[in-house]
């Protein structure tokens, strides 16, 4: 692939996270809001002591949010636009659109819902202060693991194709994968910091919208970007025409 296209391709993707970004808004707007406000109102309810705002909840529920999420979607964006011209080719003879879809699918498995099952994400509220450095070295450690173990399951899937066929081979890949994920759930340490009385409503429906959030910002963008990429690696006829076609000079 020459460097106009992972160029092109790479453009495209930023493009294509910005707008799954702006859904993900949407969802983490009208879906999460709702219960930070509520865990706040528990956190406040229970402090023993008031301290200033530096940002107000008004800014950091809309202006805050929107330029956290935009930001993530382009620079996501473009991260997974360079996995898709690595991966394109390399994993079996499908279209770049169903590259994309898989491409998106696979890295929400690893990258989010492996952790997510393991270090679920929490409200204000909930989490103890002191241990935020160690919790969040144990989800990073988490998402690497997640990471590195699907690629592991691929190369072992290609490698057994030639013998046991595609569809036992992605079954023991699979199996393999699921395996060692619950070995690793089983010896890193569990994190259970909820405080006495909070309602597990709120707590259950953040986690819920945090994961819709995500699911929203892969799902999308592995559509948009696979309909680009598409369109510029396999253009149709009167795509291809048109740019094969020499312009003729003014008169």
């Not at 964006?77 to 279209?95: E, N, Q, V």
């Not at 030639?162 to 699921?178: C, E, I, N, Q, Y």
């Amino acid at each position: 692939m020459n460097s106009t296209t992972v160029r092109n391709l790479l453009v495209r993707g930023m493009l294509a996270g910005l707008a799954a970004g702006v859904l993900a808004l949407a969802v983490a707007y009208f879906l999460g809001e709702p219960d930070i406000d509520k865990a706040i109102g528990f956190e406040e309810a229970h402090a023993h002591g008031h301290e200033a705002e530096l940002v107000s909840r008004g800014l950091q529920s809309t202006a805050g949010l929107a330029t956290g999420v935009l930001v993530y979607g382009v620079a996501f964006g473009g991260i997974a636009a360079l996995a898709y011209c690595f991966a394109l080719g390399r994993m079996g003879r499908l279209s770049p659109r169903a590259t994309a879809l898989l491409l998106s699918g696979s890295a929400l498995l690893a990258v989010y819902v492996v952790p997510f099952l393991k270090y679920p994400a929490n409200p204000p509220a909930v989490g103890d202060p002191d241990t935020i450095g160690k919790r969040t070295t144990l989800y990073f450690l988490m998402m690497l693991l997640g990471a590195l173990l699907a690629i592991a399951a691929i190369v072992l899937g290609k490698r057994l194709t030639p013998g046991l066929g595609t569809w036992w081979a992605t079954v023991v890949a699979v199996a393999a994968f699921a395996l060692a994920v619950g070995t690793a759930y089983a010896f890193l340490p569990a994190v259970d910091e909820v405080p006495a009385g909070f309602p597990a409503a709120v707590l259950w429906r953040f986690r819920l919208s945090a994961l819709a959030v995500q699911t929203t910002l892969w799902a999308g963008f592995g559509l948009l970007f696979g309909e680009l990429a598409e369109r510029l690696l396999n253009p149709g006829p009167e795509t291809a025409a048109a740019t094969a076609r020499p312009v003729a000079a003014p008169h």
